[in-house]
């Protein structure tokens, strides 16, 4: 039995370990396509967020050190000099220090925070997959990436009977056009999403593990 557990990984089992991750990869590489449209976009007026709560989360970050004291900072919504700082959230204040620290524009902070979460959001979607199937991992791995949910199958089959365009049929059970992230890899396009939900990830995976 150990000698088994010990065993080196055969040639096949190498080969689909890096299909796997090519497969992955791409499918997470996909959604950056939005922010690569958005940079190319809009040239040198690019910001690097694509969404109005996005700003608001690094000016957070950045208020730990500009209203704060480097780890705690006050209120958001209260704009007397004197609030008290007494309120912490660990990832707004690692986006604060990257912009004042390091000097990085608010805007790529957070794109950089999409880069450096999306491979682990894909490794512990892989991971959780793995650990709950036999067969069909890959497809099922793109399905969870890319599928769009039950929601969106509905609203296709129903504009292929009423003639809604596809790209309005298939938000049309979405709540807000989408942008509630029903399905699990569109979490993928925003930074701080990707990172809460590699938290939940990691702990389903634990408890999986036991």
Same mark, same amino acid.
């Given at each position: ?86 309120? *912490?959230?660990? #990832?707004?204040?690692? @986006?604060?220090?990257?912009? !004042?620290?390091?000097?990085?524009? =608010?805007? &790529? ?11 682990? *959001?894909?490794? #512990?979607?892989?991971? @959780?997959?793995?650990?709950? !199937?036999?067969?069909?991992?890959? =497809?099922? &791995? ?69």
């Amino acid at each position: 039995m150990n000698e088994c557990r010990n065993a080196e990984p055969t040639a096949p089992s190498r080969r689909a370990d890096r299909q796997i991750v090519l497969v992955v990869g791409l499918s997470l590489l996909s959604w950056m396509t939005i922010l690569a449209a958005h940079y190319v976009g809009n040239g040198n007026s690019a910001t690097g967020f694509i969404q109005y709560d996005q700003p608001y989360y690094v000016a957070n970050g950045r208020a730990v050190f500009d209203r704060g004291n480097g780890l705690l900072y006050p209120n958001p919504s209260d704009a007397d000099a004197n609030a008290p700082v007494i309120y *912490f959230h660990w #990832l707004p204040c690692i @986006l604060g220090a990257v912009v !004042t620290q390091l000097s990085i524009a =608010p805007g &790529t902070a957070y794109s950089l925070l999409t880069f450096v979460m999306l491979p682990i *959001f894909g490794c #512990l979607t892989w991971q @959780l997959i793995k650990r709950r !199937t036999t067969q069909h991992r890959l =497809p099922i &791995t793109v399905l969870a990436l890319w599928a769009g949910g039950l929601v969106s199958m509905i609203g296709i089959v129903k504009g292929l009977f009423t003639g809604i365009p596809l790209d309005e049929a298939v938000f049309l059970f979405d709540p807000t056009e989408g942008l509630w992230f029903l399905n699990w890899g569109r979490n993928t396009v925003y930074g701080i999403e990707i990172t809460y939900h590699c938290f939940v990830a990691a702990a389903w995976w634990m408890v999986l593990q036991k």
